[in-house]
């Protein structure tokens, strides 16, 4: 039986993002598997890192790239012993495209192949901050279930999955973002009284 | 303001006299913690610290140089850690450049980014390294973004090559 560990290596504030993708995982991972263990950057003990048998990654790009939180990882992990890990990952992105995380990928990819782990693919998603909070979170959750099946399968994984239309995207997601700011700016005010 | 520099590496201050050179091993910052609130407060970064200053100089100078490690095609870590910080020229609406979607950064002045990575560069790490670059360039008004690169012991004669693209 193999030991999976799920990662969330993204920035701290960003793992608040990446959690319902992470949570879905989880459960799909626990209901076939009986070792899926869950850490982030701050419980994260780079000893034990090869003691599993597979790796996911689970990070939101930050300035449209690999955060910096998961390049200390591999910074960690360059001091340890080598062992043949499987790697996988979830990338996640604001933007609309899913192609913003080809970038981060490709930089993981390198990183598996300067150090020999063996890169399975992963799964991208776009529209991170308004996905969950659209009808499209049926189709999200069917894909972390194809993702959670192709870890299990010990399968490679190419999935990616946004939201229905760039125009659809545009108006959610600005949306989204004037309420933000008129939420801080009334708390602001209120601060100030 | 006119141009600055940003290395990663200590370098002669001679080699570009016309800009403010900020070396990251001299400077405290902050990572990014990355939950966006500089982008709820118009810009406004929860930390205060030197970063503060030099995003507010990436917005006022036409030429930027960043002398950078390169390692698995991407930004080494201190630098990638400047760079996050840099979310907050950023706008939080996204905008379609190029047909892609994107926040435009909050900067319309037209600048030149020239970008000096150094280190045990593979081909394949320069080409993921100038696709980074393209795609954290869009919606900044960059009217050039040029990339050199060299091994780490070529750095000083590079930079005495690139010394006095400042004075452009």
Redesign the interface.
């Known amino acids: 039986m193999s030991k999976v560990l799920l990662l969330s290596s ?5 793992q ?1 993002f990446t959690d319902p993708f992470l949570r879905r995982l989880e459960v799909y991972l626990s209901s076939y598997l009986d070792c899926v263990d869950v850490r982030n950057i701050l419980t994260f003990d780079e000893r034990t890192f090869f003691e599993y048998d597979k790796v996911v990654f689970l990070f ?1 790009t ?8 998961t ?2 990882i ?2 960690k992990l360059e001091k340890q012993n080598v062992n043949k890990v499987d790697i996988y990952a979830l990338i996640a992105c604001d ?3 899913t ?2 995380c ?2 981060s990928e ?2 993981l990819q ?2 598996c192949e ?1 150090k020999d782990y063996r890169f399975k693919g992963s799964l991208k998603i776009g529209s991170t901050l308004i996905i969950m909070k659209s009808t499209s979170k049926y189709i999200v959750s069917n894909y972390i279930k194809k993702f959670a099946q192709a870890i299990m399968n010990n399968q490679e994984a190419h999935l990616r999955v946004t939201v229905l239309t ?1 125009k659809r ?2 108006k959610r ?2 949306k989204y ?2 309420k ?2 008129k ?2 700016k009334k708390e ?1 005010a209120k601060d100030e009284k | 303001m006119k141009n600055l520099v940003v290395t990663d590496k200590d370098i002669s201050t001679q080699h570009f006299i016309n800009s403010v050179v900020v070396n990251l091993n001299n400077i405290h910052y902050s ?7 500089c ?4 810009g406004a970064c929860y930390f205060h610290d030197d970063m503060s200053l030099i995003s507010r100089w990436m917005n006022d100078c036409q030429l930027i140089i960043y002398v950078t490690r390169v ?7 201190p630098f ?2 400047m ?2 910080r ?2 907050v020229n950023r706008e ?3 905008t ?1 450049v190029e047909g ?3 926040h435009l950064g909050i900067s319309q002045l037209k600048k030149k980014l020239l970008v000096i990575g150094y280190g045990e560069i593979l081909d ?2 320069k080409e ?1 390294f100038k ?2 670059l393209d ?2 360039t ?1 919606g900044f008004s960059y009217s050039s973004v040029d990339t050199y690169f060299c091994e780490e012991s070529e750095l000083e004669e590079v930079l005495c090559t690139f010394g006095g693209v400042d004075h452009v």
């Open positions: 993204g920035l701290k504030h960003t608040e939101m930050a300035m449209d790239c690999i955060p910096s939180s390049l200390e591999f910074q933007e609309y495209e192609e913003k080809d970038v490709k930089i390198k990183w300067k760039e995207f545009l997601a600005n973002w004037y933000q700011v939420k801080t602001k | 990572s990014c913690t990355g939950g966006l609130e982008l709820r407060c118009e390692k698995y095609g991407c930004f080494d870590i990638k850690k760079l996050e840099l979310v939080p609406y996204y379609m892609e979607t994107c394949d790490e993921i696709d980074l795609d954290s869009l």
